[in-house]
């Protein structure tokens, strides 16, 4: 599996791939609900054939038949990584994961806990889940793991939690890297030394590159610091 994933916060399929033009390696990339709405899987599946390692971020979030369905469909586009939402269940992981291994051995699931947007007074007075905000990732992922899935998707401030709950094969995927600590619509965010402190599997970067003056001279710079960090540590 990769280690950074490069979120591809773009409408269309000709803006995605000028985007990766202007980046001189081929970058693994996150196709989100927005691109792949609009796009579809046969976008997907060129980015596929092109090179390019796809995380497939649509959190799959259904009765377990329906999960079971979709799944199978994405297991055929033959993407590195996609995800659940954790909040449909553990019967739903299950069949989802079913689905896949129906039809792709190799893809790997993963299931969303809370999301980085998330804050503990949101959770309580707009989810109306009790506990503090750690406590119910921690379940989320406990239930991810138990219905058979390779790891969740978790802020950093999570991460350590979780690694240390259940174990470092179990993956952490994390979004919301930022250069600096600065926040918008994401209020749990964190640098790329802080998601090695705690033990992230990967990283997915997004508005920082692509919208960045220079994405190639962006992407090289998350790269260099995530490498070097890992590196250096391991």
Same mark, same amino acid.
């Given at each position: 599996?990769?280690?950074?994933?490069?979120?591809?916060?773009?409408?269309?399929?000709?803006?995605?791939?000028?985007?990766?033009?202007?980046?001189?390696?081929?970058?693994?990339v996150?196709?989100? %609900?927005?691109l792949?709405?609009?796009? @579809?899987? +046969?976008? &997907?599946? #060129?980015?596929?054939?092109?090179?390019?390692?796809?995380? $497939?971020?649509?959190?799959?979030?259904?009765?377990?038949?329906?999960?079971?369905?979709?799944?199978?469909?994405?297991?055929?586009?033959?993407v590195?990584?996609?995800?659940?939402?954790?909040?449909?269940?553990?019967? %739903?992981?299950?069949?989802?994961?079913? @689905?896949? +291994?129906? &039809?792709? #051995?190799?893809?790997?699931?993963?299931?969303?806990?809370? $999301?980085?947007?998330?804050?503990?007074?949101?959770?309580?007075?707009?989810?109306?889940?009790?506990?503090s905000?750690?406590?119910?990732?921690?379940?989320?992922?406990?239930?991810?793991?138990?219905?058979?899935?390779?790891?969740?998707?978790?802020?950093?401030?999570?991460? +350590?939690?979780?690694?240390?709950?259940?174990?470092?094969?179990?993956?952490?995927?994390?979004?919301?890297?930022?250069?600096?600590e600065?926040?918008?619509?994401?209020?749990?965010?964190a640098?790329?030394?802080?998601?090695?402190?705690?033990?992230?599997?990967?990283?997915?970067?997004?508005?920082?590159?692509?919208?960045?003056?220079?994405?190639?001279?962006?992407?090289?710079?998350?790269?260099?610091?995530?490498?070097?960090?890992?590196?250096?540590?391991?």
């Amino acid at each position: 599996m990769n280690r950074l994933y490069l979120a591809l916060d773009v409408e269309t399929r000709d803006e995605a791939f000028s985007l990766l033009k202007k980046i001189d390696q081929r970058p693994a990339v996150k196709v989100g %609900m927005e691109l792949f709405y609009r796009e @579809g899987g +046969r976008f &997907v599946e #060129e980015l596929v054939a092109s090179g390019y390692p796809v995380f $497939l971020d649509v959190k799959v979030h259904d009765i377990p038949e329906t999960a079971r369905r979709t799944l199978r469909q994405i297991g055929r586009l033959g993407v590195e990584m996609t995800n659940v939402h954790t909040l449909g269940g553990e019967t %739903m992981m299950r069949y989802a994961l079913d @689905g896949l +291994r129906d &039809v792709n #051995e190799t893809t790997k699931l993963i299931g969303v806990t809370q $999301l980085t947007s998330t804050d503990e007074r949101m959770l309580s007075e707009q989810l109306g889940i009790g506990g503090s905000l750690e406590q119910a990732v921690l379940r989320q992922a406990g239930l991810a793991k138990r219905a058979g899935l390779d790891g969740v998707v978790a802020s950093v401030h999570e991460a +350590r939690a979780i690694r240390q709950a259940l174990g470092s094969p179990f993956l952490t995927v994390t979004p919301g890297i930022r250069i600096n600590e600065t926040t918008d619509d994401q209020v749990r965010v964190a640098t790329p030394q802080a998601a090695f402190d705690a033990g992230v599997s990967a990283i997915v970067v997004g508005r920082p590159i692509t919208r960045a003056a220079d994405p190639n001279a962006a992407y090289e710079y998350f790269m260099k610091e995530w490498s070097q960090t890992y590196e250096t540590n391991r």
